[in-house]
């Protein structure tokens, strides 16, 4: 039997106000554990992470992106952080350069987001994706994650991190976002504009959408939270006319393509070099693609390390359950905003809750688990716990640390 995978765990929780029980004490005894001592001197190491898009800012903190830079150096490996074109052109606005970083910032397809390889896949309906250049270039790659919502899948996370920001953009918008589309949901040659019309008006949230370029209807599965598992306002508006459903496999469509596209990213590495970090700190309800901000719908939770993927956010998305869901935020957001289930103590994941019961936050890392990327299994090891330091002598208080000007 294989080995269960080691996670390791540091939580926000501190047990004494010192710096010894600091989150970048968690983060180093991470990294410790992770052991970075398999990248080899002048390894050339993406930090794979999400810049942020315009004024987005609730990303990895530069702040722990500067550590993970300095431990890949202490190593002997050549670091660079990389992320789509757009999102390193204007990262510095969110706090992001080579000189806070401490190292170059890199498109990850080339400054058009054209520099990318095409690789054959193995999924229904699609050919090929076209995986990031510089990605492919590296010969290590920590794996950045910023924990959070997402529209299409419920939750973005180390795999989300990889399949679609290891990709140029066409495969990104298009082909992954798009195969939500592949299985047919209703019968286009009846429908028209008018009648699409009265699904939209029928439904919440806008979800049935008619394209006036291409002429043609589309459902929105990215807002779409399927009445949360009560009666579907667009279907009862359709009457039968175009048969127009709601189904799990248009959903998982987009989980089991992005399990898949993480696949291609990590086969391109030896993994003894590849590294998965997931900071659930600011655990907003959607994609940091959307370039603003948001309200943090979970509390802070941690930094969470581990070798295996699937691992990874397994355990993140436990730990989101266990925390669950920041009612008292949850109560002052509109419901034009956020709809979440009216019962919020249905056994769902909190991602559910909010993004509605298709949405299996878990689906992708099983599909993962089935093409072998490793294990849902896993153990939990928690560094520096609140309890640990709780018992830890303190050093004598300094209120202004070194080097001291007063
Ligand atoms: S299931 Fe509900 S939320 Fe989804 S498109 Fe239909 S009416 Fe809108």
């Given amino acids: 039997m294989a080995d269960i ?58 702040f722990f992106v500067r550590r993970i830079v300095e431990a890949i150096k202490k190593v002997g490996g050549v670091p660079f952080v990389t992320d789509n074109p757009t999102a390193v052109y204007n990262a510095a606005h969110r706090g992001y350069t080579q000189e806070t970083c401490g190292c170059p910032i890199i498109p990850i397809a080339g400054i058009k987001d054209g520099y990318a390889t095409e690789k054959m896949i193995d999924i229904d309906g699609i050919e090929s994706l076209f ?31 990889i399949a679609l920001g290891g990709y140029s953009a066409p495969t990104r918008w298009n082909t992954i976002h798009g195969v939500v589309h592949r299985d047919p949901y209703f019968d286009a040659s009846k429908m028209t504009k008018e009648h699409l019309e009265k699904l939209r008006e029928a439904c919440p949230k806008n979800s049935p959408t008619w394209n006036e370029k291409e002429k043609k209807a589309t459902c929105m599965f990215y807002t779409c939270d399927q009445c949360h598992g009560g009666t579907k306002l667009c279907v009862e508006a359709d009457e039968g006319k ?114 509605g019961p298709m949405k299996d936050p878990y689906k992708v890392a099983q599909f993962g688990e089935t093409r072998g990327m490793g294990s849902s299994k896993y153990k939990l090891v928690e560094v520096l716990s609140a309890e640990e330091t709780a018992t830890m002598e303190p050093p004598k208080h300094q209120y202004e640390g070194g080097p001291s000007f007063y």
Avoid at 136 to 161: E, P, Q, R, V, W
């Fill in 5 to 62: 995978p080691e996670v390791y765990y540091g939580s926000n929780i501190a047990g004494v106000d010192s710096m010894f029980a600091n989150m970048s004490q968690k983060l180093e005894k991470i990294i410790e554990h992770l052991d970075f001592s398999t990248i080899e001197k002048k390894d050339k190491v993406a930090v794979k992470m999400h810049l942020g898009f315009n004024d987005g800012y609730q990303t990895v903190p530069v």
């Fill in 131 to 161: 995986a990031a250049g510089a990605l492919l270039d590296a010969d290590a790659m920590i794996n950045l994650t910023h924990a959070k919502g997402h529209g299409s899948c419920g939750y973005g996370g180390a795999f989300k991190n």
């Fill in 242 to 355: 175009t048969g127009w459903s709601i189904n799990p496999e248009n959903f998982d469509a987009f989980q089991e393509l992005m399990a898949a596209a993480a696949k291609i990213i990590l086969d391109s590495f030896d993994l003894s070099k590849v590294f998965h970090l997931n900071f659930a700190l600011d655990i907003t309800p959607y994609c940091d693609c959307m370039g603003m901000s948001m309200p943090a719908v979970i509390d802070d939770i941690g930094i969470i390390g581990s070798k295996d993927i699937v691992a990874v956010d397994t355990a993140t998305l436990d730990l989101i359950k266990e925390q669950g869901l920041n009612e008292s935020v949850l109560k002052k957001i509109p419901e034009k905003y956020i709809r979440p289930n009216p019962d919020l103590s249905a056994d769902l994941h909190p991602w559910q809750l909010l993004h």
